[in-house]
């Protein structure tokens, strides 16, 4: 029983650990989560909604990230 809940546990952070490029695809880009803080900072001013989406793509993009 503890095998069995020490391996949902693992699975469970491994898993969440993948969940932030779900949806990213990026070959010898910067680092995901440096790219995203960055991008997260340049956007933060913007008004919610399309056109932060489209800038925070399009800055997720100069870092080599897209979205597929």
Known sequence: MRLRLLSVVVFAFLAAGCAHERGWTGEGATPFDTAQ?????????????????????????EHGWKRP
């Not at 008004?47 to 997720?60: I, S, V």
Request: charged residues 40%; negative net charge; proline residues 4%.
């Open 37 to 61: 803080a960055q991008c997260d900072a340049k956007t933060r001013d913007l008004a919610a909604g399309k056109p932060r989406e489209d800038a925070f793509d399009d800055c997720m993009a």
